[in-house]
Nanobody, 115 residues
Framework: QVQLVESGGGLVQAGGSLRLSCTAS????????MGWYRQAPGKQRELVAA???????RYADSVKGRFTISRDNAKNTVYLQMNSLKPEDTAVYYC?????????WGQGTQVTVSS
């Protein structure tokens, strides 16, 4: 069983920055995908950003140019740098990873952006 542990959420004013971290309990060198989803109250969970296979990245249109996903294989960690945060970025952010055909989720971390 793989565990994903998130950290870095919190409360920030609009225009501010946060960095989320997701550390896996196994090597991320061979991941298929690893990234972040978010879910706001009353809304469906949506993809925010992901690293796919050999290092290509994918971003939701709403965060392009503001968020950056990166990885540190030595630390089994994926980061989400979030800049120019907006109130509409408020949500619970979940780390997600796939190895082979199995999906894994973190417990979620709250990000709240005040106006």
């Amino acid at each position: 069983q793989v565990q994903l542990v998130e950290s870095g959420g919190g409360l920030v004013q609009a225009g501010g920055s946060l960095r989320l971290s997701c550390t896996a309990s196994r090597s991320i060198f061979s991941i298929n995908t690893m990234g972040w989803y978010r879910q706001a109250p009353g809304k469906q969970r949506e993809l925010v950003a992901a690293i796919i296979v050999v290092g290509s990245t994918r971003y939701a249109d709403s965060v392009k140019g503001r968020f950056t996903i990166s990885r540190d294989n030595a630390k089994n960690t994926v980061y989400l740098q979030m800049n120019s945060l907006k109130p509409e970025d408020t949500a619970v952010y979940y780390c997600h990873a796939t190895w082979g055909t199995r999906d894994y989720w973190g417990q979620g971390t709250q990000v709240t952006v005040s106006s």
